[in-house]
């Protein structure tokens, strides 16, 4: 039996990495495809739109006029609230679940598992079952149609999953380290601000991304719990934009569906290094 030599498997290898890059390359068309197609009828008239076919290149450029439409159709209030709702809600999920995982793998409760499951037991039921008992719940307390009901919210059904990942990232710190800090003087409270919350840095901004990307791309809850253009987030709004009466056109629409992906794009791209790191982090502590 006789085995290759290193150049005679030179052209096998050449015609593996040739399919496999022709294979990325196709991959990558079709995933790019769509993007290119909205992104090129973003660019027409509503009266272009409808005379072309959507596979036509734009003639002239109508992106700023359509930018501009959105913006004074309420989209405006929209992006607003919806930054101040991801920014704020995924923020405070982060801290509060920090807290929640640090108590229960750190600092040796009683039933620490259990208290571990009342927090993430939140997740086992659906979304939906809870939109009739926090319909009334709101309406009762005053919450319904507030900024304040509306990070409350997102605040409450961030938390489980974000206890969930720190509560496995802080289970693999070392304990040696906590030792060192208790025999250097340190309380809990410093232990937590100074030495374990640096430590889960790429893990929390991980946390944040998806927080804020799910947040921001809520549709349901902000039907639900707000009726005011001034209350209501992003995805609600354009959802407002798309009715049988509204007056928008369809290039337009285009345009705001753009313009509502910017934000979670960005924060993607600033904490990509981060990403995949505290990914790691997150499956070793598991």
Request: with cysteine.
């Amino acid at each position: 039996m006789t085995t290759a030599t290193p150049r005679a498997a030179r052209p096998a290898l050449r015609a593996r990495v040739i399919f496999l890059m022709f294979l990325g390359a196709l991959i990558f068309v079709f995933w790019a495809l769509p993007f290119v197609v909205v992104g090129m009828n973003a660019f027409k008239s509503g009266e272009e739109y409808f005379n072309t076919t959507v596979w036509t290149p734009p003639r002239t450029s109508h992106l700023w006029e359509n930018a501009q439409a959105v913006w004074r159709a309420g989209v405006a209030t929209g992006f607003a609230n919806s930054l101040l709702y991801g920014t704020v809600s995924s923020l405070i999920a982060v801290v509060l679940g920090a807290f929640a995982a640090f108590s229960i793998t750190r600092l040796r409760l009683k039933f620490s598992f259990g208290w571990f499951m009342l927090i993430y037991g939140g997740t086992i039921l659906p979304a939906q079952m809870l939109l009739i008992p926090l319909y009334k719940a709101y309406l009762t307390t005053g919450l319904y149609d507030t900024r304040a009901g509306m990070i409350l919210f997102y605040v409450a059904y961030a938390i489980p999953f974000c206890t969930f990942v720190m509560r496995a990232f802080f289970t693999g710190v070392p304990w040696e380290i906590q030792e060192a800090a208790k025999l250097d003087g340190c309380d809990n409270w410093r232990l937590f601000w100074r030495i374990m919350m640096p430590l889960a840095v790429a893990p929390a901004l991980v946390l944040i991304l998806f927080q804020f990307t799910a947040i921001w791309n809520d549709l349901l809850f902000g039907l639900i719990l707000s009726k005011s253009d001034h209350v209501r987030p992003m995805m609600t709004t354009l959802a407002g934009l798309s009715g049988t009466y509204s007056s928008i056109t369809a290039p337009t629409l285009i345009t705001a569906a753009l313009m509502s992906s910017a934000p979670t794009l960005l924060l993607f791209v600033a904490l990509q290094r981060y990403f995949i790191g505290g990914l790691q982090l997150t499956n070793a502590g598991e």
